[in-house]
């Protein structure tokens, strides 16, 4: 069963900082999506990875995925206020039919 | 830009009530999938649905559940006898037929069980 991790879980930080969020998951897979939800409300789509070595970026937002190492990370630049939701890394699984396994999510709280 | 919905925001029943949440697809998706997330967990599959029948569905979706898309734009997700456990956000998402694949997800129904 695929298991998909992320950490840290919760993660606060001030304005200005970088970081980086980490998933790892259990089994091969080449596509990878990462979601923000606020508060309260639906899933927003913020990257599609589909292949070993993908890198995208918006605004401050980098995300890569290393489908040998079964890793992808969430790299946050220049932190701002407006960052501040939950992130959640989910893992595709195509087995006839497909579904998406997500992380247990983090929760990013940036403090002016 | 083209999104999913659903109805209603929110409902509340009671224990052992049948309830119906609606979603509306995009309308150009050919696969539609329901998930929920219990407060302050991870988002969690439920069934994936195509050509109108289940693709595939994970140990949550039990004989309590069923999955229907009665008129060629609405996919409903129906539990027969609710329970305190089915309190949850339910999300519908859809996708369509590009390599992609990518999923969209509704704004997501509030079920409360009392």
């Known amino acids: 069963e695929l298991k998909v991790e992320q950490n840290p879980l919760f993660l606060s930080m001030q304005e200005g900082k970088n970081y980086t969020i980490y998933c790892n998951y259990s089994?091969?897979?080449?596509?990878l999506y990462w979601y923000r939800q606020d508060p309260g409300k639906s899933l927003e789509s913020l990257f599609v990875?589909?292949?070993?070595?993908a890198v995208k970026q918006e605004g401050r937002l980098m995300a890569s995925l290393d489908t040998k190492a079964r890793l992808s990370t969430l790299h946050i630049t220049a932190a701002v206020h407006d960052l501040s939701a939950t992130y959640f890394c989910a893992v595709d699984v195509y087995q006839g039919a497909q579904k998406l396994v997500f992380g247990q999510g983090t929760r990013l709280t940036i403090n002016p | 830009e083209p999104e999913v919905t659903q109805t209603p925001s929110h409902q509340v029943t009671q224990m052992g009530q049948e309830v119906i949440l609606r979603c509306v697809p995009i309308s150009n998706h050919l696969y539609f999938y329901w998930y929920r997330q219990i407060l302050g967990q991870k988002v969690e599959f439920l069934v994936s649905?195509?050509?109108?029948?289940?693709?595939?569905k994970s140990e949550i979706f039990d004989d309590q559940f069923s999955v229907e898309r009665p008129d060629g734009s609405n996919f409903t997700l129906k539990i027969r006898s609710t329970k305190l456990e089915d309190s949850a956000m339910y999300f519908c998402?859809?996708?369509?037929?590009?390599?992609?694949?990518?999923?969209?997800f509704g704004p997501g129904t509030r079920l409360t069980v009392l």
């Open positions: 998402a859809s996708s369509g037929t590009s390599l992609v694949n990518e999923q969209f």
């Open positions: 089994t091969t897979s080449d596509r």
């Open positions: 990875l589909l292949s070993n070595g």
């Open positions: 649905f195509y050509n109108n029948e289940i693709s595939e």
